[in-house]
């Protein structure tokens, strides 16, 4: 699945918070994930806190990676 593979080629290390591999990998996942909806950018809003923060976990592991 383009999600997990992107998931795992673009982890950050918790103590360095730099790619914890190669950057080239992250890129290509990234690539894999280009014109599908995962690639679109969510707008996260509402009041239930338990889909708010699980938005907003989605949204820093795709948009405010280091690796990507």
């Known amino acids: 699945n383009k999600l997990e593979h992107y998931e795992q080629s673009c982890a950050v290390d918790s103590i360095t918070k730099k790619c914890a591999g190669p950057p080239g990998d992250c890129r290509r996942a990234m690539l894999g994930i280009l014109g599908t909806e995962l690639r679109s950018n969510c707008a996260c809003k509402g009041t239930d806190l338990t889909q708010l923060y699980d938005c907003l976990g ?3 592991l795709l948009w405010v990676n280091p690796c990507v």
Request: glycine share 0%; hydrophobic share 35%.
């Open 58 to 60: 989605w949204q820093r």
